[in-house]
């Protein structure tokens, strides 16, 4: 049971155009989300992340959009660039636990 | 700073045999997670530790795997008996708070082959 989905298994975008990564989540006790970036052969790296009490969170390029309603975020490339492509984990956690649950990832492919 | 270090880095083992993974977190973490990783299922947690206690083993398959902490520096994944399902990247991280509020720093796993 998947309490965080990433139904997009891969993107194909051009540089310098925007990414768009999308994530739902089911459990509505979750509060704090995370965006980690994987490239082969290596560990995940922390990218972004953004709280429940806020619906956008900016780090250069990259922005998160969290729709509580909705229970979906999204993770937003502007622009795209070739060293951009990797794996993206979507990641929540919720009040009173240490555990992060990840979504099963989606491969961003930036081409020129 | 050496980050967190993972060994080995490839594992190739026939059905049956015990397979040991070892992690050395970053210095000063209080936190370590193990996380198994699959097409299907993404980036599982299996188990972690705060101050070299296990706090949350629900994530752990089934009793063949096993998990310690015997001090701040270093931990093991134990597998036995392996089976060809087990097959995955096994990763572990380290945080020095929560991993819920602090970024996990993640090694660069070990790719495990059960023949």
């Known amino acids: 049971d998947q309490q965080v989905k990433q139904n997009s298994p891969s993107l194909s975008v051009q540089e310098g155009r925007i990414s768009i990564l999308n994530c739902d989540y089911t459990n509505s006790m979750f509060d704090y989300f995370l965006w980690y970036k994987k490239y082969p052969a290596e560990g995940p790296t922390f990218l972004i992340s953004?709280?429940?009490?806020?619906d956008k969170n900016e780090d250069g390029r990259f922005t998160v959009f969290l729709n509580k309603s909705a229970k979906h975020l999204s993770l937003h490339i502007v622009p795209s660039q070739p060293g951009d492509s990797a794996v993206y984990f979507c990641?929540?956690?919720?009040?009173?636990?240490?555990?992060?649950?990840f979504g099963t990832g989606t491969r961003l492919q930036v081409f020129p | 700073d050496a980050g967190v270090i993972q060994s080995p880095r490839h594992e190739v083992t026939e059905m049956g045999q015990e397979v040991t993974l070892r992690c050395k977190p970053i210095s000063g973490h209080d936190y370590l997670f193990w996380y198994r990783q699959t097409m299907m299922r993404g980036l599982e947690l299996l188990i972690y530790f705060n101050n070299n206690v296990p706090i949350d083993d629900s994530g752990m398959p089934e009793d063949r795997f096993s998990a310690k902490m015997p001090n701040a520096s270093f931990s093991t994944l134990k597998i036995q008996p392996s089976e060809p399902r087990d097959s995955a990247v096994y990763f572990c991280?380290?945080?020095?708070?929560?991993?819920?509020?602090?970024?996990?720093?993640f090694g660069d796993g070990t790719r495990l082959s059960i023949l």
């Open positions: 991280a380290s945080s020095l708070l929560s991993g819920r509020n602090q970024p996990q720093h």
């Open positions: 990641a929540a956690s919720g009040e009173n636990t240490d555990k992060l649950i």
């Open positions: 953004i709280s429940s009490i806020k």
